[in-house]
């Protein structure tokens, strides 16, 4: 199974801030790569696909990027609405796999 | 609307059974794979399972190959996960979702809880 190693655990920031996550992919997976956004009590909630590509109705503070196996999802200036927990997810194989996740807090 | 139900989850005890049902409304449900996607207290989310839109290719994640079925009634909007040889690792919510593009899940159920517990 593909692994997908997602970093930080955790990480506090202030509304303005500018924040970066990372998920290092076990092996090369093209750019098969989403990132979720969850809230407590709710299922994920899909913010980009395939490496870079903003789901419609997503605002455009939220960036994908990927450099070989790396990938990362930038927030260029958090809102209060962005404290959440991030995940990614890899579909070049089944089975498709998630990082371990980064819970976003308010410092 | 896209709309995803999950139901049939509870409590249960080690070594029983439990069969959760996903209804779907909103789409034309025998046109996509669906999924079983789990995720246990403070845990990331689990793929499960996946079964085509014609039923005929079906996926298992190794944790559960040979005690979980997925499976689809497409005349019912609705598809199934039926769980057998239930273990404490097996606690989690359980979510259905749709495959969309990209591998992604767009739509997802509110999740049903799976709790096993002596």
């Known amino acids: 199974d593909i692994q997908m190693t997602q970093s930080p655990s955790s990480l506090s920031a202030s509304v303005g801030d500018r924040v970066t996550i990372t998920c290092q992919a076990s092996q090369d997976i093209t750019n098969s790569v989403n990132w979720y956004q969850q809230k407590a009590g709710k299922a994920p909630n899909l913010l980009i696909y395939e490496a870079y590509n903003l789901e419609p109705g997503v605002p455009s503070r939220f960036r994908g990027s990927r450099f070989g196996a790396e990938f990362t999802l930038t927030i260029s200036s958090l809102q209060p609405e962005d404290f959440a927990t991030y995940y990614c997810q890899q579909y070049e194989n089944v089975p498709s796999t998630f990082g371990q996740g980064t819970r976003l807090e308010i410092k | 609307q896209v709309h995803l139900a999950e139901s049939g989850g509870g409590v249960v005890q080690p070594g029983r059974s439990l069969r959760l049902s996903c209804t779907a409304s909103g789409f034309a449900f025998s046109d996509y794979a669906m999924h079983w996607v789990r995720q246990a207290p403070g845990k990331a989310p689990d793929w499960v399972a996946v079964i085509s839109y014609d039923g005929r290719n079906i996926y298992y994640a190794e944790s559960v190959k040979g005690r979980f079925t997925i499976s689809r009634d497409n005349s019912k909007n609705t598809f199934y996960l039926q769980m057998n040889s239930l273990t404490s690792e097996d606690t989690a919510v359980y979510y259905c979702?749709?495959?969309?593009?990209?591998?992604?899940?767009?739509?997802w159920g509110q999740g049903t809880l799976v709790a096993v517990s002596s």
């Open positions: 979702a749709r495959e969309d593009y990209s591998g992604s899940y767009v739509y």
